[in-house]
């Protein structure tokens, strides 16, 4: 969404996907993980917070990222891969603060090893890039009152750009959705705020398109001036 659509005030919904890329960088212990991490493009970044939200089989698990997941099976350290778990990148202005906040969780841990903890070949952190890739649907918001019928036919992926993408594409580092409705002043402030409470980090994208869903029921149930 961008400000082609200020004249008209519609909401055009984008699809989108997500091109993996291998980088060939890999790490086989948590030094390496760090040093990587140090230096990878901020797309591998994206990828390792984000890309599994794309997949059509993701499910939630114990933990909410790829660096957490490889900490605690592949190098079994709970306690690490606990507090990589609950970073949650919606609290980060852009990637390189998440890159930080990543990088002195891993060194404050480091500091407590008393031995190098090894992976096999097989087991190694593979770093892959994402580059996404924007189409046009054939939906329209015309109006706030259609967010109650549009939102339920969001196909997934509109919903990863609109709501999760945009707060790494957009000035202003939110959701597509409470930019438009922004355009209509402070009329659907209310609106907005409820919208603003969802947190992206620890939700499917079924579980958001269906939250966003309840937000625009309950609120145009009531007359709103």
Not at 56 to 71: G, I, K, L, M, R
Not at 76 to 81: G, K, N, P, S, W
Not at 105 to 114: A, G, K, P
Not at 194 to 214: C, G, H, M, N, W
Request: overall charge negative.
């Amino acid at each position: 969404m961008g400000l082609e659509q200020l004249p008209s005030q519609i909401f055009y919904v984008k699809n989108c996907s997500l091109a993996s890329i291998a980088t060939g960088e890999r790490a086989s212990s948590l030094q390496e993980l760090r040093d990587k991490i140090a230096t990878v493009e901020e797309g591998c970044l994206y990828h390792h917070f984000w890309g599994d939200r794309m997949n059509t089989q993701f499910v939630h698990t114990q933990h909410h990222n790829d660096f957490a997941s490889w900490v605690y099976h592949r190098l079994h350290d709970q306690i690490l891969a606990e507090k990589l778990s609950i970073i949650d990148p919606t609290e980060f202005e852009n990637l390189e603060l998440l890159r930080q906040e990543l990088l002195e969780t891993i060194e404050q841990r480091l500091d407590n090893y008393e031995i190098v903890l090894w992976t096999r070949k097989e087991d190694q952190f593979h770093f892959v890039g994402s580059t996404i890739v924007v189409f046009d649907s054939s939906l329209e918001i015309k109006t706030p009152e259609e967010l109650v019928k549009i939102i339920p036919q969001l196909s997934p992926n509109s919903i990863f750009y609109h709501f999760i993408d945009s707060r790494l594409r957009t000035a202003e580092k939110t959701d597509d959705f409470t930019l438009w409705l922004r355009q209509f002043g402070t009329k659907y402030e209310g609106l907005i705020e409820e919208i603003q409470v969802i947190d992206p980090y620890f939700l499917s994208l079924t579980q958001l398109k269906d939250e966003l869903a309840r937000i625009a029921n309950e609120y145009f149930k009531e007359p709103h001036d």
